[in-house]
């Protein structure tokens, strides 16, 4: 299946590139509890980030929410992180995606839900989930 042509409006679309986002790094602690089923929550409702087409920020309350393996995420080394997408430009839905899978590489836990609750903007609100899973195996 062939997607149609994308962009049809020839807008400027420039995401960061990875590489580029010079994201803080998440740090992480002994969770001594190893094996006990615990659920933490957090509210983030001032991140922020650039929309790639119009270079405009974006806002959006982020609730993110995990159960512990091995580790857990240290708390100001998650706030410098989420306040290091000032000012990256990024897709609502990419983001929540990147989050997840760099929450997961820094903790390894056992399952964790993240959701990007986006505000208004030109008259469309925007509410992103995502979920993982650790397999077994």
Same mark, same amino acid.
């Given at each position: 299946?062939?997607?149609?042509? /994308?962009?049809?409006?020839?807008?400027? +679309? *420039?995401? /960061?590139?990875?590489? &580029?986002? #010079?994201?803080?790094?998440?740090?992480?602690?002994?969770? %001594?509890?190893? =094996?006990?089923?615990?659920? @933490?929550?957090?509210? @983030?409702? %001032?991140? /922020?980030?650039? *929309?790639?087409?119009? %270079?405009?920020?974006?806002? !959006?309350?982020?609730?993110?929410?995990?159960?512990?393996?091995?580790?857990?995420? &240290?708390?100001?080394?998650?706030?410098?992180? +989420?306040?290091?997408?000032?000012?990256?430009? +990024?897709?609502?839905?990419?983001?929540? #995606?990147? @989050?997840?899978?760099?929450?997961?590489? !820094?903790?390894?836990? +056992?399952?964790?839900? @993240? %959701? =990007?609750?986006? #505000?208004?903007? =030109? #008259?469309?609100? /925007?509410?992103?989930?995502?979920?993982?899973?650790?397999?077994?195996?």
């Amino acid at each position: 299946m062939e997607l149609s042509e /994308t962009n049809k409006q020839a807008l400027d +679309i *420039c995401p /960061t590139p990875r590489k &580029e986002m #010079n994201l803080f790094p998440l740090k992480t602690f002994e969770y %001594e509890y190893a =094996g006990k089923e615990i659920w @933490i929550e957090f509210e @983030i409702p %001032e991140f /922020t980030a650039v *929309c790639p087409f119009s %270079e405009f920020p974006d806002f !959006a309350t982020i609730r993110l929410k995990y159960v512990p393996n091995r580790r857990c995420v &240290e708390l100001k080394s998650l706030k410098l992180y +989420i306040n290091s997408f000032r000012d990256v430009k +990024i897709f609502h839905e990419h983001v929540i #995606n990147l @989050i997840r899978d760099d929450f997961v590489d !820094a903790c390894d836990p +056992i399952r964790m839900e @993240i %959701e =990007g609750d986006f #505000n208004v903007r =030109g #008259n469309i609100k /925007t509410v992103v989930k995502t979920s993982y899973q650790k397999n077994d195996s």
